[in-house]
């Protein structure tokens, strides 16, 4: 999801539920507050506990076959959306108000739906490495490590539960009915497509709440990369429109999402995310939650030449261990991704025709306090906002 999609006006929301590219079922309703952002409505944790949609369900398919429709958060009960449910020290990014909502001062975690955390003071958008959850399914009264997860997306304490499938949501200006029924999604054909999952605050190991929303948006698929080193060997694509084919489309081609555990296991995992598109002569077009750690050495560029083919990029000039570089931030520039300097006197320059990495160095016009984290392209060059420095970096490439 782009910046503009997220800070979108949008009237009507729909949720869908997919699984390995097939829609199984879906509900829409009309926002209550028309005209408002998701931007807007997910950002009021405080007083938050909306009560987001009214009339219910406009349209729904809903099949009474539905896998594991007793348990979903969705499809499970009726009712409005609600969003940023907090109560007690827990909270949910998304639920139905069918189902148990708690009271302000019911610490039960009871209210289950998408995004949730529970352990922290969610109003104040507070979260935990131990108990956030991308969702939980409908079940009894449970309290901590009790409570089921859907899925292997879940904090340290809680324990892994079936998927049943990636949920979906679109926004749209004007009611629409959606071609579901089983086909081959094509819910991205008739309205913008925003998210499948929405952690209710930031993971301390991954990106910031707007980057994972980048990163997740559609339903994933996987692809073989023949050659390459686990885990490095699985292309996670996202598609709009035909994610179980991994199909290259006109807005995206697709993305890359992976962990990659170092000596330490899961306290340094490197996450790294790559967008293109062929809308663009240079082919990359943004690169999201850009991190490029010392112990990653691999990436891999999806190029439009729709074959699916991705190349893999090697990365060993990034050195290893103590004094390693580390990149926070990168933005496309012509055919390039300038990679923000967030511990390092280089700046990365990730060249995509030549499938080459190498780094400038800048250790001369770099003062101590020079700590960057985030890039943005502005004409030939790129600003790098400041993370632990006094100043704003402007670095343009001659390349």
Sequence with gaps: MS????????SFIAIARHNNGICEAVKAWALAEEGHSLSKYFQNYDPGRITATHGGPYFEYNPPTLSGKTVDPIFGVGGELVFN??????GVRIALDGGHLSCEECNDDGTHGLGGEFGANTRAGEGTDMWWHDATPLQERCLAESCRALG?????????????GQWAIYITETPTEFPCQGNQSELGQV????MSQI????????????????????????CEVPGAPPPLNTWVCNDPVKSGR???EEVCLGSGLWQYPGPNNMSDICKVAVYVSNTSDACLVEMKGMRAVERFSA???HVPDFNLTPVLTDWEPLPRGAGAHLFDGGAAVGGTVILAPRDADVVGVLDVPSERFYMVDISATLSSAGKFGGAAAVGSKVVFAP???HVVGVFESKT
Excluded at 85 to 90: L, M
Excluded at 191 to 194: A, H, Q, T
Excluded at 199 to 215: E, G
């Design 3 to 10: 910046a503009e999609v997220w800070q979108r006006k949008a």
């Design 85 to 90: 449910w907090w109560y007690g020290n827990n």
């Design 152 to 164: 292997t997306d879940h904090g340290t304490r809680l324990q892994d539960g079936p998927a049943g």
């Design 191 to 194: 309205l913008m497509p925003v």
């Design 199 to 222: 952690p209710f605050v930031p993971r301390s190991d991954a990106f910031d709440m707007q980057t994972t929303l980048t990163t997740t948006q559609w339903t994933l698929c996987s």
């Design 246 to 248: 991994c199909q290259a």
């Design 299 to 301: 990436t891999s560029i």
């Design 387 to 389: 993370f632990d420095a």
